[in-house]
Every structure is written in structure tokens, then in C-alpha cells.
């Protein structure tokens, strides 16, 4: 089956630092990228929405500035934490879609930010 | 707006049953559903998919059902065993094509 895996898995950093997780689609070109984020006991919250070659779409209340979504290639996106902070520590899962449309959506294996 | 209910949200049976995990959403205007599972501290593993023309979905002893007029879907695990213990995650896909999840069952499965 369709494979998506992110780098890194854990991460641990100081507060005002920018973070960088990637997301990589192994097997397959993946035209639309998800961001999610996911507290503790909580389910998945949509960040963002990201096209290959063009700007990604942020869902209500999420800043671009804050979170800066690069989708690159179709196999490629990375998602930036800026000037990071102890709120943002959470469970970062990315999501690849297989087909334009309706496909079946593939995650990532998740990375864990801890913010210091 | 599309919501996506799970009950219950917490499910702990002895090894060996059969159970049924629930799944309703308000708008009937989606492409598919999906099931998901997710073990503590990991991404999502993908389980079943029924498009919306789809009655029901097999795969081994999971069998997911689809009642899209009356915007309910079900999980069956059959015979069930400690290996299934995880969070059991439903999701819908509305026209505008952004899965909206459930907040989740997590099922614990008792040897």
C-alpha cells in the first residue's frame, strides 16, 4: 500500500526556535497534502490544505506565518513551526492524497514537537 | 457544517468478542467514509473505505457498514483479540473533499 513518512519523529527544542518537519508520499505522487495537529485524547484538527506548486490553504485560526507550508514537489511537503513556543507542542500528522478528488488519504507516522 | 459523532468513546470488552463501533454524521452529502485506527503515540493506519454508492466493506474480521440516508456507519470487529486495542477513528468526506473526523473510540481489549 501507499506509504507516507515524516521526519523527524521526535523533536525537542527551545522556545523561540523554528522547527522543520517534513512529509514524504514513498510510492506514489501525492498532488494535495494535509497538515494536521493532534492533542493529547483529542482527535485530528485540519491545519492546512497544501497543492504541489502553489500557496497552501490554512483552515480558520490557523496563522500562516506561524505554520509555513512548502509543498514543493508531489512528493515533498514540510511544514515550518516559527519562533516556537511552549503552546505549540503537540503531535504533528501530515496526510497524503493518492488521487485528485476523492482518493483515499495515507498519514504520516507523526512527529512529536515538545517546546521547551 | 459536516459534525462527526463516535459513541462510545471509551469501549473495554474481554478477548474474544464481537463488537460494533459507532458512527453517525449529520450531512449525508459526503463521497466516502473512512475508518481508521490509531495506536497511542502514532499516525493513522487506514482500515476500510466505503465510497457512498457502498453498502458495507470487509477485511478480515472488520466489516464496516454505510446507512448514508440516516447518516450512520458501523465498525464490526469480529472475535476480537488484545492486538486490537487502539483508537478507532471514523472520518467522512463532504463535497468539499476535507475528511472530518470523529473524536474516536478507544477500545481496550482484555486478555
Known amino acids: 500500500g501507499a506509504v507516507v513518512s515524516q521526519h523527524p519523529s521526535w523533536v525537542i527544542c527551545k522556545s523561540g526556535t523554528s522547527v522543520k518537519i517534513e512529509c514524504r508520499s514513498l510510492d506514489f505522487q501525492a498532488t494535495t497534502m494535509f497538515w494536521y495537529r493532534q492533542f493529547p485524547k483529542q482527535s485530528l484538527m485540519l491545519m492546512a490544505t497544501?497543492?504541489?506548486?502553489?500557496?497552501?490553504?490554512?483552515e480558520q485560526g490557523v496563522e500562516k506565518d506561524k505554520f509555513l507550508i512548502n509543498h514543493a514537489s508531489l512528493t515533498l511537503s514540510t511544514l515550518t513551526v516559527t519562533s516556537a513556543h511552549p503552546e505549540d507542542s503537540s503531535f504533528y500528522i501530515c496526510?497524503?492524497?493518492?488521487?485528485?478528488?476523492?482518493?483515499?488519504?495515507?498519514f504520516g507516522p507523526g512527529t512529536r514537537l515538545l517546546v521547551l | 457544517k459536516q459534525e462527526v459523532t463516535q459513541i462510545p468513546a471509551a469501549l473495554s470488552v474481554p478477548e474474544g468478542e464481537n463488537l460494533v463501533l459507532n458512527c453517525s454524521f449529520t450531512?449525508?452529502?459526503?463521497?466516502?467514509l473512512q475508518w481508521f485506527r490509531q495506536d497511542p503515540g502514532k499516525g493513522l493506519t487506514s482500515l476500510l473505505l466505503?465510497?457512498?454508492?457502498?453498502r458495507e466493506q470487509t477485511s478480515g474480521r472488520l466489516n464496516a457498514s454505510l446507512d448514508k440516508s440516516s447518516g450512520r456507519s458501523t465498525l464490526y470487529i469480529a472475535a476480537s483479540q488484545p492486538g486490537d486495542s487502539a483508537t478507532y477513528l471514523c472520518?467522512?468526506?463532504?463535497?468539499?473533499?476535507?475528511?472530518?473526523f470523529g473524536q474516536g473510540t478507544r477500545l481496550t481489549i482484555n486478555p
Open positions: 450531512d449525508s452529502a459526503i463521497y466516502n
Open positions: 472520518a467522512v468526506r463532504p463535497e468539499d473533499q476535507k475528511l472530518v
Open positions: 497544501s497543492n504541489e506548486g502553489s500557496k497552501a490553504t490554512y
Open positions: 466505503i465510497q457512498s454508492s457502498q
Open positions: 496526510s497524503a492524497r493518492l488521487l485528485a478528488g476523492v482518493g483515499t488519504q495515507y
